[in-house]
């Protein structure tokens, strides 16, 4: 049914769950994968007018996040590899995850995204927001939440 599945991550225990049960589906239907971290720019307070950092800082930042976002999408790669399972990464800077989910499974044609639900409800759902949530309301892609 799906040919390409992309499974954004945000490194979390409930992330790497839904990579297991993402890369399971995308075996069973003979799928590929696409995993994807989505690195949100520093604040802007600290590069601007106002509070200033200091160029290396931004730069250590800037790479100490790539770093995480690496692993991260490595994890997905390894899970895919154990599957016999294709895997592509991507590790891309998005101002909010959502769109940035939103607009890599447009770019890479994927007929799916497969992502967790951190389950927030109530208030804290409210004043948190869900990536989720937001992807289900912009993407035209179909998504499959895990929980």
Do not use: W
Not at 9 to 18: F, L, N, Q, R
Not at 116 to 135: D, F, I, P, W, Y
């Amino acid at each position: 049914m799906f040919k390409r599945i992309l499974i954004p991550t945000d490194g979390s225990p409930v992330a790497e769950k839904a990579i297991k049960a993402g890369v399971a589906l995308a075996a069973e239907m003979g799928a590929s994968v696409t995993g994807f971290y989505a690195i949100e720019p520093a604040p802007t307070h600290i590069y601007g007018e106002g509070y200033l950092a200091d160029r290396k800082l931004v730069e250590e930042l800037d790479k100490r996040a790539r770093e995480v976002a690496q692993r991260a999408v490595d994890k997905i790669s390894a899970e895919a590899k154990a599957a016999g399972v294709s895997c592509e990464t991507v590790v891309g800077k998005a101002v909010v995850p959502y769109k940035g989910i939103v607009e890599t499974a447009d770019k890479n044609k994927c007929d799916a995204i497969f992502m967790a639900s951190n389950g927030h409800r109530g208030l804290t759902g409210l004043l948190v927001g869900s990536v989720t949530q937001k992807v289900l309301t912009h993407s035209k892609t179909p998504v499959l939440v895990f929980r």
